[in-house]
């Protein structure tokens, strides 16, 4: 079946450091790609999103581009706010449609 | 207006009482989903319905059962309480099946 697998965790930075973090998926097919942000005590906003191949998504200063060669949708920001500490979720939406897949979230914190 | 809201947003219990969360989505989507998020932050989808009819059921004790009244809403009830099942529980809703979803603000579940 489909999965996500991002880079392991927390990531620890200081402020205006540069920010990647990775994410691969396995697919059958062309499915879309997001990025959800989870802030402490919150549920999960959709970050950004890419529905097919060198698409790339952004959004409040991030970025990620659907790289079919790589099998790779990697987040990146060139400067991090201490307002940027949440967890990242990299999701695949499956071809066939039938549901969203998480990789394992990756805890980012942005020290001032 | 919140799109997705979830109630309650916290829920103490004790272990074999029942209890029902509830969900409803005033974004006009034909899919709704439920997912389970452990205390490691990794995202479980448990089910999804799409026009009131169920959709995804993943391997997920019988205890758990999923109810839509109607598209709008999609209430979660579990019977026997574990202490296993303490997790925040999340909501969502998507146009379509495996497409963007928008998540409620969960709910936290803590059996005792």
């Known amino acids: 079946g489909d999965s996500v697998t991002q880079m392991e965790g927390p990531v620890t930075l200081s402020e205006e450091a540069f920010l990647t973090i990775n994410c691969t998926y396995t697919a059958t097919g062309y499915p879309s790609l997001f990025w959800y942000v989870q802030y402490p005590g919150e549920g999960l906003q959709l970050l950004l999103k890419?529905?097919?191949?060198?698409d790339k998504g952004s959004n409040k200063g991030f970025e990620a581009t659907y790289r079919k060669e790589t099998t790779s949708f990697h987040l990146e920001k060139g400067s991090v706010q201490v307002s940027d500490s949440a967890v990242y979720f990299c999701a695949l939406g499956e071809t066939s449609g039938s549901r969203l897949t998480f990789g394992e979230g990756t805890q980012l914190t942005v020290n001032p | 207006d919140t799109a997705v809201s979830q109630t309650p947003k916290y829920l103490v219990t004790q272990m074999g009482n029942d209890k029902s969360i509830k969900c409803e989505q005033n974004?006009?989507?034909?899919?709704m989903y439920w997912y389970k998020q452990d205390s490691k932050k990794f995202l479980k989808i448990m089910f999804s319905?799409?026009?009131?009819?169920?959709?995804i059921n993943e391997t997920v004790p019988n205890r758990f059962s999923p109810k839509s009244p109607d598209k709008a809403h999609l209430n979660l009830h579990i019977n026997s309480l574990e202490l296993g099942d303490s997790a925040v529980y999340f909501c969502a809703s998507s146009q379509d099946l495996g497409r963007m979803a928008f998540f409620g603000q969960g709910t936290r579940l803590t059996v005792v």
């Open positions: 890419a529905t097919k191949a060198d």
């Open positions: 974004l006009g989507h034909d899919t």
């Open positions: 319905y799409n026009n009131k009819e169920l959709i």
